[in-house]
């Protein structure tokens, strides 16, 4: 999903009129024939920008025209960004079996090392405790080996045999330990369920989805922006961001340039971090959306 986003910004820039021309180049010749190539690829990039969000709601709202807007454009200087978690992950079953527990639902909150999903870990258990009954016959096994061989009863090879079946019986608990470690999945960090497509005495199998999940505050910004803002684009720089959703506005900051510029849509990646909340405003949440504004310098 995040993929396709970020393609989505890219071709939504493509479709902007003159990719961020400060006014008043049109009177230089060169400044004019790079206007005029720009709108003539026009066309082919609003035709790529509808096969980029056609059949998806989410990005076509992203592109969508805004309130007294026409057609969705963009100024000179803005670009539209998306806010994202700080992290994110999809958890998934490390062992097969079947649920016992599920404390946390879609949308909850929860703590880092808060039990998420518990199994059904009777099974492994068991296989744990023979696991140990092995390790201590072949400990002992090993301590009258070696008994025996001060009295020079039995040889070197045997006791050295015995020692590698404890060996043996060592790792088996250990990876016995392993699997009754596993039957309890716990919060990597703080943060809230995204998506749960699993219930409580439902069979999982192995590697099966169990829950998505994202970190609590830390919210980042995702942009595309064009390449040629290069020329007075630098990390630290700051923007006024305002969220569709609320409608409030914000100040952040570029914290990271792209390495590499899109060949195609001449665009480069960056991201950056909200310096305020705003006042007054409604809680963000990742997956919001809005127009950045930059004031370049000598703009």
Known sequence: MRRAALIALATGFVCAAGFGVPPGR????????????????????????????????????LFAPRDGEVGGGLGAFEARAL?????????SSEIGGRILDLPVDAG?????????VAFDCSFHQAELRAARAELTRAQRTLDNKEQLARLNSVGQLEVALARADVAK?????QTRKLYVDRCTLTAPYDGR????????????????ELMSVIAAGGLKL???????????????QRFELTIDETGGTHTAEVTTLGARIDPVSQTLP??????????????????????ARFDPPNG
């Open 83 to 91: 806010i994202e978690p700080r992290a994110e992950a999809i958890l």
């Open 169 to 173: 019986a060592e790792a088996q608990v």
């Open 222 to 236: 995702r942009l595309i922006v064009p390449s040629r803002w290069l020329a007075w684009l630098r990390t630290g």
């Open 270 to 291: 960056l991201e950056g971090r909200l310096l305020d909340t705003g006042t007054g405003a409604p809680r963000l949440l990742p997956g919001m959306s809005g127009t």
């Open 193 to 208: 369920v995204v998506e749960r497509p699993v219930n409580a005495h439902e069979t999982v199998g192995k590697d099966q």
């Open 26 to 61: 049109a009177q230089d010749g060169t400044a004019a024939r790079d206007t005029a190539r720009d709108t003539a690829g026009d066309g082919a990039g609003d035709a790529a920008g509808a096969r980029a969000l056609a059949g998806d709601p989410a990005l076509e709202r």
């Open 108 to 116: 909850d909150r929860f703590a880092a090392g808060d039990v998420l």
